[in-house]
């Protein structure tokens, strides 16, 4: 479903292999530890220079410019070695009966939802890697010749030598790297479980616009004997299955919606409030640039990142939102009049149920939707216009 995102955090060690033999995952498993010691002892660095070398707003600003997405990468690379098993049973759900497509038709509209998501995991984590390779380029003609390190950093020893500062300044471009590679992998699995979910409803709007024509086949196909009363009886049966199959497809919707929420809510949730700082600082961050700076480059594409990184999960929220809205529609556009009088009844009662569209409700508190993207927007430009006129920047 994710092949790009799973490809990157196998390389980075937070996504071993489902078969591989067990040598292999004890190889796996002691690289894993390297990569989470690497990482986190970038970040603490990060974290004490913050603090030991504060002498104003501006300086603590431009320090922090990457330090927030460093520690939400170390986070989420925690969550996924965590939550790995049930991530994996989460993907199950939609690989088997009543998920999977029954007919040509469902397999072409599972196929356009596939190519969306690959089509969103791809251009993502393009604009991850143009981003990283940007911001290192830069680095490198404008720190090394200087002897500075990729970013400020506390270094518990001196790394005035040639081989001890490329042994820092290394291990930060493969820190930072590892960084930009869990946010552009992560934050595509919450936001393509909707999309999948929205290909569900598609699915299931189909079975109900197909159903009266199906259950005609059925009964075609049952006899062709007039005795009236077996074709009735038939028929009640076939309905009340079919109804059946599409109740519990419902269900088992609903229910794979509620755990991607569960899995995922909270870290999204997370993401969201550190996200009108980040946006902020990075605007400000290039307000203070110069046109023709070699950094402008680079902060740009940081700052669309960032955007891009609230945007996805919102968008792909109010898609999930409106497509299973659509529920209702679908049941009433079909010819229901065919059908016998406690199949309407049970197709109003699902009618009654879809009248609550499904949400993804971050932290329990703020649904995913295009307004709350604009929250994040407005709330950044607030904290921004606070910032650019306080006296100290």
């Known amino acids: 479903m994710l092949p790009y995102s799973f490809t990157l955090l196998n390389f980075w060690g937070v996504w071993p292999s489902t078969n591989s033999s067990k040598w292999k995952q004890y190889i796996y498993s002691v690289y894993t530890i390297f990569m989470i010691i690497l990482v986190y002892t970038n970040t603490l660095s990060q974290i004490i220079d913050l603090f030991v070398s504060f002498k104003n707003l501006k300086q603590f600003i431009n320090n922090a410019f990457i330090l927030l997405s460093t520690i939400g990468a170390g986070v989420k690379a925690a969550h996924l070695i965590w939550q790995r098993k049930t991530i994996i049973n989460l993907m199950k759900i939609i690989q088997s009966h009543p998920c999977i497509p029954q007919d040509e038709d469902e397999q072409i509209v599972q196929q356009k939802f596939n190519n969306k998501i690959k089509r969103m995991n791809f251009a993502y984590i393009c604009l991850f890697v143009c981003t990283i390779t940007t911001l290192t380029i830069a680095s490198f003609f404008r720190d090394i010749p200087m002897k500075q390190l990729y970013y400020h950093a506390w270094i518990p020893f001196d790394y005035s030598s040639k081989f001890r500062f490329w042994m820092v300044y290394i291990h930060q471009v493969i820190a930072h790297g590892f960084d930009a590679s869990l946010h552009a992998a992560y934050d595509t699995l919450a936001p393509a479980m909707m999309i999948q979910t929205c290909a569900q409803f598609e699915l299931l709007n189909l079975r109900f616009e197909k159903l009266p024509q199906s259950l005609k086949k059925k009964i075609h196909k049952f006899g062709g004997n007039n005795n009236v009363m077996i074709n009735s009886q038939h028929l009640k049966r076939e309905e009340a299955k079919k109804i059946g199959e599409c109740v519990s497809h419902h269900i088992q919707i609903i229910e794979f919606s509620k755990k991607n929420n569960s899995i995922f809510g909270t870290s999204i949730f997370l993401q969201y409030s550190v996200s009108s700082l980040v946006l902020c600082m990075s605007v400000l961050r290039l307000s203070q640039l110069n046109t023709f700076?070699?950094?402008?480059?680079?902060?740009?594409l940081y700052l669309i990142s960032m955007i891009s990184q609230v945007f996805i999960p919102c968008f792909a929220g109010n898609q999930l939102t409106v497509q299973s809205s659509q529920i209702c529609d679908a049941i009433y556009s079909m010819?229901?009049?065919?059908?016998?009088?406690?199949?309407?009844?049970?197709?109003?009662?699902?009618?009654?149920?879809?009248?609550?569209?499904?949400?993804?409700i971050s932290g329990r508190?703020?649904?995913?939707s295009m307004n709350s993207f604009n929250n994040v927007i407005r709330i950044s430009y607030s904290i921004f216009n606070v910032l650019h006129g306080s006296s100290a920047i």
């Open 293 to 300: 700076s070699p950094d402008l480059a680079s902060v740009f």
């Open 365 to 368: 508190i703020i649904p995913l």
């Open 335 to 360: 010819d229901w009049t065919t059908l016998t009088i406690s199949t309407q009844k049970s197709l109003v009662l699902i009618m009654s149920r879809s009248q609550k569209p499904v949400q993804f």
